[in-house]
């Protein structure tokens, strides 16, 4: 069986501005890097923005089994897929971090013969999206420093600044540091940490900006820190977010890819859904809305997270509608939260998968709760019996929901085509009446109440003295009436990964909750969720290699 790197470099792709001028897109309008990717200039929003919008699809998931269960990989096999059944459709995704490439999870270009390509350069540097990111949230935390340094005009409290520095790379070593040590010449020490690129504030921002000028107003918009006296300090009073401006314009254009199968794929942004809004840009969507007939975008992790974000955040910002949700499962996953150990999970276990299947009925109910129809689409494996599968009929017919088994992974388009027409059939026959859950004027602890409540399913919110003062002086600042992202982990409903399948008779703790005002929301965090991941006993970059010629391997 061939590697999906293997199966990536066997790819008969075509050059890039043959994929562009199949959207239409004229040679003035896309800055080729290189034969097989492109940047997409501003003047394409100009020229499409009288055009009609397509159908929008969110590709979401249950709670997953460590390893993900394909939700990219099914995706990328949907757009293909759709076209495999003559629908114009393009597909909308989150760019790869270099954390989990080199983690534990691996790439973000999907898998087997779903992959978007080309996938070393994708999962790897791309277009340096990541790097533009990472250096204009470093640059703002050096000015930050260089300002105390500089005999602190701002007065700016060293003990109460918020913003961190951030590298796109795993590193525990790196949550808490001492920064300025080595005397009067290097500044004045303090406590700092690095998060996770994809975790900061920057890549938020990027991921809702509607333009540069919009992007600007958003950078100067952050809560740097807090003065002597205790008035919030916002990077516009420090300067230097137009050179932070600079830094990321050309990271502001969306990435023009394609698919094994020739499909176009636009990849930009990529914050992590678990400590962040997890979505692809809103620019991305919005243009591929404009570009085909049919787009079809994910969210990262199960729909408690990234599906929810998406809806509350992502669409009432951007005023997007979505027409449909896919929700993806594994029988394996399905097992994995009815108990069933890890490493049992290509046995065959009807008894687990029944315990677990509870899962997949609260994230039916959990997406049915914004007014969008969904399909179930089972992301298939050869380990599936028919019993199994006989089981996961019965509960979407109870539910009153289409399934299709999907076999995407190993045949591509083709294996995707039975789901792509129930996709298309749920748009045609049921019509999306979308609605975020919550209004976002209603006080943080209310809003923070009914997600526990309605996606969660926990009983309440305890809130730890840290959360109470933070969201007294948010709410203090005038910023209690945005929205909620909550930080919590992807394992699970509730805030604790052991609690698998529907946990009952739990609450969920919020120890801390932070201003993301330019990009617009507040941050609750819960549980021991962490924005700076850490490598696994055996990472993934263990595996990775290139020969003398510059061929990759281990890449997946």
Request: aromatic share 6%.
């Amino acid at each position: 069986m061939l590697s999906d790197i293997e199966i990536a470099k066997q790819a008969k792709m075509l050059k890039i501005g043959e994929i562009a001028a199949n959207l239409g897109i004229s040679e003035e309008d896309f800055e080729p890097y290189g034969h097989y990717k492109a940047k997409l200039s501003e003047s394409l929003y100009e020229k499409t923005k009288d055009k009609p919008d397509g159908k929008l699809i969110l590709v979401t998931a249950i709670n997953p089994t460590p390893a993900g269960e394909g939700k990219t990989t099914i995706s990328v096999g949907l757009a293909e897929s759709m076209a495999k059944i003559g629908k114009n459709a393009i597909l909308a995704l989150r760019e790869p971090s270099l954390g989990p490439v080199f983690g534990i999870k691996g790439g973000a270009a999907g898998g087997g013969y779903a992959q978007v390509v080309p996938m070393e350069d994708i999962n790897l540097h791309f277009t340096g999206d990541m790097h533009a990111i990472t250096a204009a949230n470093n640059l703002l935390c050096a000015l930050i420093d260089n300002s105390i340094h500089q005999g602190n005009p701002l007065r700016l409290d060293q003990r109460r600044i918020l913003f961190k520095r951030c590298m796109d790379m795993n590193d525990r070593a790196l949550r808490e540091v001492i920064v300025g040590l080595g005397g009067k010449i290097n500044g004045f020490p303090r406590q700092d940490g690095f998060q996770i690129t994809v975790a900061s504030e920057i890549m938020a921002i990027l991921c809702l900006a509607s333009d540069l000028d919009d992007l600007k107003k958003r950078l100067e918009s952050i809560l740097v820190g807090y003065d002597l006296d205790g008035n919030a300090v916002y990077a516009k009073q420090l300067g230097g977010c137009g050179a932070m401006t600079a830094l990321l314009k050309d990271a502001l254009k969306p990435n023009l890819v394609q698919t094994l199968e020739n499909t176009p794929a636009i990849m930009h942004g990529g914050p992590f859904a678990n400590i962040a809004h997890g979505c692809n840009s809103v620019r991305a969507t919005k243009l591929c809305l404009k570009l085909a007939d049919y787009t079809i975008t994910e969210a990262g992790f199960g729909s408690d997270l990234g599906a929810e974000k998406f809806f509350d955040i992502k669409c009432r910002f951007a005023g997007l509608k979505p027409s449909c949700v896919v929700l993806v499962a594994t029988i394996r996953a399905l097992k994995y939260n009815g108990g069933m150990a890890r490493a049992e999970l290509t046995n065959e276990n009807v008894d687990a998968l029944k315990k677990g299947v509870v899962n997949l009925k609260t994230h039916i109910e959990n997406m049915q709760k914004f007014g969008v129809p969904v399909v179930v689409a089972i992301n298939r494996f050869h380990t599936d019996t028919d019993a199994e599968i006989e089981v996961i009929k019965q509960t979407c017919e109870e539910m009153g929901v289409e399934y299709s088994l999907a076999e995407i992974f190993a045949k591509g388009g083709e294996g995707g085509k039975d789901l792509a027409q129930k996709v298309c059939d749920t748009i045609d026959s049921k019509p999306s009446n979308y609605k975020p859950l919550y209004d976002e004027k209603l006080p943080i602890k209310e809003k923070l109440g009914i997600l526990a409540k309605e996606i969660y399913r926990a009983d309440g919110v305890v809130y730890t003295s840290q959360a109470e003062k933070a969201i007294k002086e948010i709410t203090e600042l005038g910023f209690g009436d945005i929205p909620v992202c909550v930080a919590k982990t992807q394992y699970s409903l509730s805030d604790d990964p052991a609690k698998l399948g529907k946990p009952e008779n739990f609450e969920i703790t919020v120890r801390d909750v932070r201003l993301s005002a330019g990009a617009g929301f507040v941050v609750a965090y819960t549980g021991d969720i962490m924005t700076m991941p850490g490598l696994p006993k055996h990472p993934a970059a263990f595996d990775i290699d290139c020969d003398n010629k510059g061929n990759l391997y281990g890449l997946f």
